[in-house]
């Protein structure tokens, strides 16, 4: 069956602006985690859901930062008000149960610029 | 906190030679280790895991053994292929409820 998808794959946005990154997770995976990754550093978690709720989002670097899932799959993590500093990789994964790393797929990833 | 630290890159080999891309840790409990290789254009996918002290994780000719005495996941490979260009991460699950942590990243090329 078909992997963990993300869109867009690239987007280039201006300082100040909104932006939303759409994950789509495995079919039937109740878990999904949202990690940025940033030019010369290892992924930094982000956000965790459990079906449509997080109960941990204690990686969420600031309050700009929000996420959502509905319907145990879609999730959107929404930046508001971009700075520089947001520019990153962000990459999303799923699982069956929060099963732990080992269990995890992960998408390709959304490169985000912000100039 | 827990953490890894990870062989910086960019590693250039040619094909059949021996690879080796060091990995540290620390950790306060009874972590769990990962190496995650990602190709050109794909999502980060597992490669090996040891869950506990001695264990070896072993895949695609690939293998790493969790050393607690120096905190060490070491990955290596005998023979290289031109395939085994990719980013290899070395990751720690801290076993403690979503705790998880990513090395920087080591970009291998081989070379034919």
């Known amino acids: 069956g078909a992997g963990v998808s993300q869109s867009p794959s690239n987007k280039v946005t201006e300082k100040g602006k909104d932006v939303e990154l759409r994950c789509d997770p495995i079919?039937?995976?109740?878990?999904l985690y949202w990690y940025r990754q940033r030019l010369g550093q290892g992924l930094e978690f982000l956000i965790y859901?459990?079906?449509?709720?997080?109960?941990?989002k204690s990686g969420l670097p600031s309050d700009r930062f929000s996420a959502e899932r509905t319907g145990e799959s879609v999730s959107t993590l929404t930046i508001q008000r971009t700075q520089q500093e947001d520019s990153a990789v962000y990459l999303c994964a799923s699982s069956h149960t929060s099963a732990g790393l080992g269990e995890q797929y992960f998408g390709p990833g959304t490169r985000l610029t912000v100039t | 906190g827990d953490s890894v630290t990870q062989m910086e890159g960019p590693v250039t080999l040619s094909e059949e030679a021996c690879l080796t891309i060091n990995c540290t840790y620390t950790a306060t409990g009874y972590p769990s280790l990962f190496w995650y290789v990602q190709y050109p254009g794909e999502g980060l996918q597992l490669l090996l895991k040891a869950t506990k002290a001695d264990d070896k994780g072993s895949n695609k000719g690939f293998e790493a053994t969790y050393r607690k005495e120096t905190t060490s996941f070491h990955l290596e490979k005998g023979s290289v292929q031109v395939s085994d260009s990719a980013v290899y991460f070395c990751?720690?699950?801290?076993?403690?409820?979503?705790?998880?942590?990513f090395g920087t990243g080591t970009s291998l090329t081989v070379i034919p």
């Open positions: 079919s039937g995976h109740t878990a």
């Open positions: 990751a720690l699950d801290s076993d403690t409820g979503n705790q998880f942590y």
């Open positions: 859901f459990q079906g449509n709720s997080a109960p941990d």
